[in-house]
């Protein structure tokens, strides 16, 4: 049984870190968030700790350390993302291995930085990239890797997840903090594309607002026109007469990728990937962070070129 301790307790993210963490067979001693609307720990762990004050959180981490002689093994971090880069490093220099959510950081700099932190402390990063283990992301990267070399593959990916009011007001709205739409949902897509097609080639951005991105990427073996955005006018009909807030679609060469199911567990399948010695590291986590950084760097194009059939009527 390894020892956990988890940082961003009350986010929406937190249940799938506890529920793995307790289906895994292991322990969480303690967690660790600023809101205190953390009530779902009892279904998982009623007995750990529990502060709302990150001096008070460190203190109680040393304290069992020394006076108890408990020892993390883990620390998980689900914490806004600009925060993500110091909760790693103090995970790291508590002695433990960070199991940290996406974007693992926001600017590839901060990967560098990382990888000396664990070098000078002999720990791990390990980063959350669950659309690697999900049954049909893995059977498309099969077919993708038999297809001819030069092939290119015609992608159209569209992510809709409809945010209410709060999300702007949030720090998810505040580009600083989150890295944008982009960087906040879309990160994980990224790095499933280039896991499957391979090098960026090309990276356009044609829109980039507080509640729609979209873009151009080429890849070794496809060409993908993306679509993402939180405002929930931009949902099929079928799914607004179904009540649901979330629509995902991804289109390889005209053919639909049938991922909607499957979801559930896959947090926990990646720590136990983790567990068993396994996992991705920092350098995993690099390509999508500087796709995430160069879409944030870029002067959006509108209509032009390679662009998504949602983008139809936007002008230009």
């Known amino acids: 049984m390894k020892n956990f301790a988890l940082i961003g307790a009350a986010g929406y993210i937190a249940p799938r870190h506890m529920k793995a963490i307790k289906d895994t067979g292991n322990n969480l001693l303690a967690a660790f968030d600023k ?10 762990f009623p007995k750990a700790d529990f502060f709302v004050e990150f ?9 069992l350390k020394y006076e108890r002689e408990m020892f993390l093994d883990f620390v998980s971090i689900c914490s806004p993302n600009y925060l993500h880069d110091a909760h790693i490093r103090f995970a790291l220099r508590s002695g433990a291995d960070a199991i940290c959510e996406k974007p693992l950081v926001l600017n590839p700099w901060n990967i560098d930085k990382l990888k000396k932190v664990e070098e000078n402390t002999g720990k791990k990063v390990y980063n959350i990239l ?6 049909s992301i893995i059977a498309l990267k099969e077919k993708v890797k038999n297809a001819k070399k030069d092939k290119k593959f015609e992608v159209d990916l569209t992510y809709l997840t409809s945010r209410g009011h709060w999300y702007h007001t949030s ?57 993402l955005s939180i405002n929930a006018d931009y949902l099929p009909h079928e799914i607004k007469e179904k009540g649901q807030s979330t629509f995902r679609s991804i289109t390889i060469d005209g053919e639909e990728l049938e991922f909607s199911g499957g979801f559930t567990d896959l947090h926990t399948m990646v720590y136990q990937d983790i ?10 986590a690099r390509t999508a962070i500087e796709i995430v950084h160069n879409i944030r760097a870029s002067e959006p194009v509108g209509l032009r070129g390679e662009y998504h059939s949602l983008l139809v009527g936007l002008d230009s």
């Open 35 to 44: 809101g205190d609307s953390v009530g779902v720990i009892d279904s998982y």
């Open 55 to 63: 001096e008070r959180f460190d203190r109680h981490i040393e304290k």
């Open 130 to 135: 669950q659309l690697r283990v999900h049954p």
């Open 171 to 227: 720090w998810k709205g505040d580009h600083s903090k989150s890295g944008g739409i982009a960087t906040n949902i879309g990160v994980h897509f990224y790095d499933m594309l280039s896991w499957i097609f391979g090098d960026v080639q090309e990276n356009i951005v044609h829109v980039h607002e507080k509640d729609r991105a979209a873009g151009y990427l080429e890849f070794e073996n496809a060409r993908v026109r993306w679509f």
């Open 275 to 284: 567990l068993d010695g396994k996992g991705y590291g920092l350098e995993a």
